[in-house]
């Protein structure tokens, strides 16, 4: 496994190329600066990537999953889906930039191996910011740059049938926006199968 710095370059370098639209440049400021914790945040509690640097590790395999899916034959002649390289690397490096600032760490006791109890550390949440999943990371980056509408329905509607919006609007943004679908499957294989 890449380590914590390698894992931030390659970030920096997708991002760097990719992205190029105005506004783009203050919001990796701001992911860079002191403010934001994006690149030491755990992707989850204690699920996929529930460690330091996970966030950022988990956004990055998003965003080759997302790539992988849409290079297929049957999404570019059948399903009609093509997308710039910067609408790619937006919506997967940037997809659950809600998580920012999101978690913290907390200590509970917990025996070691030697059956002697000890304080360790864990992650918990503190959502400053209660504004849902992938709405508030939608509202985050609108907050630095212009989305499409499709970038937006594919970031906010990320988890899939996984999350706890309405079943029938996740099927409804899935039909009339398919890369909403396909970052929800790139998502969901980054997080069971290359995470898990």
Known sequence: MKNANEIKEEFLEIYRTNIKREGADKLLAYMLSEHSDFFTAPASTRYHSAFEGGLALHSLNVYHCLKDYLERPRTKEVYNMNYSDETIALCAL???????????????????????????????????????????????????????????FAIRYHMGFSGIEDKNSIGKAFEMFPLAFALSVADMEASYYLEG
């Open 94 to 152: 940037l997809h659950d930039i809600c998580k920012m600032n999101f978690y913290k760490v907390d200590y509970r006791n917990a025996k070691n191996d030697m059956g002697v109890w000890e304080k360790v550390p864990y992650y918990t949440i503190d959502d400053r910011l209660p504004y849902g999943h992938g709405e508030k990371s939608v509202y985050i980056i609108s907050g630095y740059m212009r989305l499409t509408r499709e970038e937006a």
